[in-house]
């Protein structure tokens, strides 16, 4: 054994030593993104995934380099304010050019591989590229507010409140720019519900689906209704 978990297959690199075949497979340009609910643990396994995987882990980076590259920092406070507590409202005009940086900003990084990304529609950004996996994490409400509460030391009443203003936030921010709520099944290939996983599972989970992640879906297909051909009792 190489020391991983039972659920990965190890073989022998370059050096002689044993790895996942998934490192060996993805380590070269693998590129996530990550949506998940407060509360789910979706932070924990996105620094988790990136850890094992070695990718670059961007989150708030990227809110303040696209901020930066449009000349509005006061964006940034905004959008990571994300409960409102600052009360920072950008003018349209600021949140548009934002946007559009954003978007450049998630290409140019998915472009360089082997980069994590969280939240900021990059699940909607990059929907047409075939080799990147699009994650979301999510969890039971009642799961969500009592991790809340024991994480952040808080109350239920303000455990709630905290997640409905986050939920409301997320969907507000992917409606206003991308028409979608964010929490529709098919714009992800990997929907992990937290309720009875813990992280290392999720982690797991996550390393697979990239390791098996198929950048030719048109091939798969065809190989796929073969097998459903061959395999046909009603001939």
């Excluded at 340009?29 to 407060?38: K, L, P």
Aim: proline share 3%.
């Amino acid at each position: 054994m190489c020391g991983a978990r039972s659920l990965h297959v190890c073989r022998r690199n370059q050096n002689g030593d044993l790895a996942p075949v998934h490192m060996l497979k993805r380590a070269a340009m693998a590129v996530i993104t990550f949506s998940r609910e407060m509360g789910s643990r979706g932070d924990d396994v996105a620094r988790a995934v990136a850890e094992r995987l070695g990718l670059r882990l961007v989150g708030r980076e990227l809110i303040n380099r696209a901020a930066k590259e449009a000349g509005a920092p006061e964006v940034a406070l905004a959008e990571i304010d994300e409960l409102g507590l600052l009360g920072v409202k950008p003018s349209a005009a600021a949140l548009r050019l934002y946007q559009e940086k954003v978007t450049v900003v998630i290409h140019e990084l998915a472009a360089e591989g082997n980069v994590l990304l969280v939240g900021r529609g990059g699940q909607i950004i990059l929907a047409a590229r075939p080799e990147v996996l699009h994650v979301r994490i999510i969890a039971p409400l009642e799961l969500r507010l009592a991790l809340l509460q024991a994480g952040c030391h808080v109350s239920a009443e303000v455990a709630a409140a905290r997640i409905a203003a986050s939920d409301a936030a997320r969907v507000g921010f992917m409606k206003r720019h991308f028409g979608v709520r964010g929490d529709e099944p098919h714009l992800y290939g990997l929907v992990i519900n937290m309720a009875h996983m813990d992280v290392p599972a999720a982690v797991d989970l996550v390393c697979l689906a990239t390791a098996r992640l198929d950048s030719k879906p048109q091939a798969r297909d065809q190989g796929s209704r073969r097998q459903e051909t061959e395999g046909c009792e009603c001939r």
